[in-house]
């Protein structure tokens, strides 16, 4: 599918007079492996796997408002901290993703997360997209192998307005009838005045070098001479393992001949009551096995150099694919220096999240009529790097000077609570403490 979609992309560019885009478009980096890659050992995927989870963990977005009027989008809110995973590994996979919002058959407003490949940026002003092309999505009528394509293009004009509109097109960039998108076909739909592109991204914050002013690149970026050398290093340990099987030296006296499926000659060793003639000056054993000794360790040792060095390339401190000793021996502070690079590209990876949070919240806001001074967007990250117990005593000494709220640390210790729930919690707790205040003074009356 991947390369029809860049087929149909190069033809429809080049029928729209995009010719330049649509080699803009193509990889920057061809040799580095790619995260959808299933038929190899995939690093890559691993590494980009194990920086969703670091960034993603335990994390919270949610929309302040003294309005009513913005409940629908701390609905969406909540639906990009459910996607939050899949957002962040398209976008270290492959350099960029997109979240389109988009009414259902209900009239609902629902999220489209597309990857990459699947968006066009065709005109900018600085860093503003201001057209874009988006494969909304993608119909197989049949065993041929036709494939049709749903195209929704997003334009913003010099005075802010945003122009919207649904074509369906063939593999070859023309526009075809396809008849469940066909009362899409030809509408466009304006926006006045929304200074709004209509959709949010989620740039990489990997450096690309200076070799893609506009897409951003994958966290791979730069790695494939890397990589090629791990896959050849991990071959030779195969190769070891298989070179070193034993093999069996004996009489053919010894051996049963069969053959295999294909007729070829299949020796097998006969179980049990083996009949043998000595013959006359023959001595020694009658079976001899080789049995080399495995180089594994040195193979292996090379591996995990390697691996270290990709690690390092891609700008990520050890132990995301190989063993970091401070995590399992350190203290606290040794932890976070040794695992200061990581860190920081967690960082950089949760300020896109947070960037492409609040773009795709103004174009809800667009679909949805909601002003955006209506509300403010929060965000809260578990630092997965940090001691849990140092994190606690931190916010208890800082409620005690009276730098934070007691729904901060009720809200620490039970990330998933909402707003109300919090504050029930707290209720009960004042009601307990009052029922024991009450108490207290009974019993001293009574003495």
């Not at 920057?28 to 980009?48: G, Y």
């Not at 996607?83 to 962040?88: D, G």
């Not at 990459?116 to 988006?134: C, F, L, Q």
Request: hydrophobic letters at 35%; aromatic letters at 10%.
């Amino acid at each position: 599918m991947f390369q029809k979609i860049i087929r149909m992309w190069n033809n429809l560019l080049y029928r729209l007079g995009y010719e330049r885009r649509a080699k803009e478009k193509q990889a920057v980096d061809p040799n580095a492996q790619k995260w959808d890659d299933i038929e190899n050992i995939n690093w890559f995927a691993m590494a980009v796997s194990k920086i969703t989870n670091l960034s993603c963990t335990e994390t919270t977005y949610d929309i302040k408002s003294d309005s009513a009027l913005t409940e629908p989008i701390a609905d969406m809110c909540n639906d990009l901290e459910n996607k939050r995973f899949e957002i962040v590994t398209k976008m270290l996979g492959s350099g960029d993703c997109y979240v389109f919002p988009s009414f259902d058959e209900q009239g609902s407003l629902f999220h489209s997360v597309l990857s990459e490949e699947r968006v066009v940026i065709v005109d900018t002003d600085g860093e503003n997209i201001t057209k874009a092309y988006a494969i909304l999505d993608v119909y197989k009528p049949d065993k041929s192998g036709l494939v049709f394509f749903l195209i929704r293009t997003h334009k913003l004009d010099n005075g802010g307005n945003l122009t919207i509109s649904y074509d369906s097109v063939d593999e070859a960039g023309q526009s075809q009838y396809v008849e469940q998108w066909e009362y899409l076909k030809n509408t466009s739909t304006q926006f006045a005045g929304v200074n709004h592109i209509g959709f949010g991204r989620y740039k990489s914050p990997v450096s690309s070098r200076e070799h893609s002013d506009i897409y951003g690149v994958p966290m791979n970026f730069g790695c494939g001479e890397i990589e090629e050398q791990i896959n050849e290093t991990n071959k030779q340990v195969l190769y070891e393992f298989k070179n070193g099987q034993s093999k069996i030296f004996t009489d053919p006296r010894n051996l049963q001949v069969g053959k295999d499926a294909h007729g070829n000659t299949l020796y097998e060793i006969a179980e049990n009551i083996i009949p043998l003639r000595q013959s006359e000056g023959q001595h020694g054993t009658q079976i001899d096995m080789f049995s080399p000794a495995l180089r594994g360790s040195e193979h292996f040792e090379k591996l995990e150099k390697q691996l270290q060095m990709y690690e390092r390339q891609m700008g990520l401190s050890p132990g995301i694919l190989t063993e970091n000793e401070a995590m399992a021996t350190g203290t606290a502070t040794a932890v976070r220096r040794s695992n200061a690079d990581t860190i920081a590209f967690v960082n950089s990876v949760q300020n896109s999240l947070d960037k492409g949070n609040v773009m795709t919240l103004e174009a809800d806001g667009i679909f949805l009529n909601i002003r955006r001074d209506l509300w403010e967007y929060n965000s809260d990250y578990y630092d997965v790097f940090g001691d849990s117990q140092e994190q606690w005593q931190t916010l208890v000494t800082a409620f005690d000077k009276g730098a934070v709220s007691v729904e901060r640390l009720t809200k620490w210790l039970y990330p998933k609570m909402t707003d109300e729930q919090v504050a029930e919690e707290l209720e009960k707790v004042n009601s307990r403490n009052d029922m024991s205040m009450q108490s207290a003074i009974e019993r001293s009356l009574m003495q």
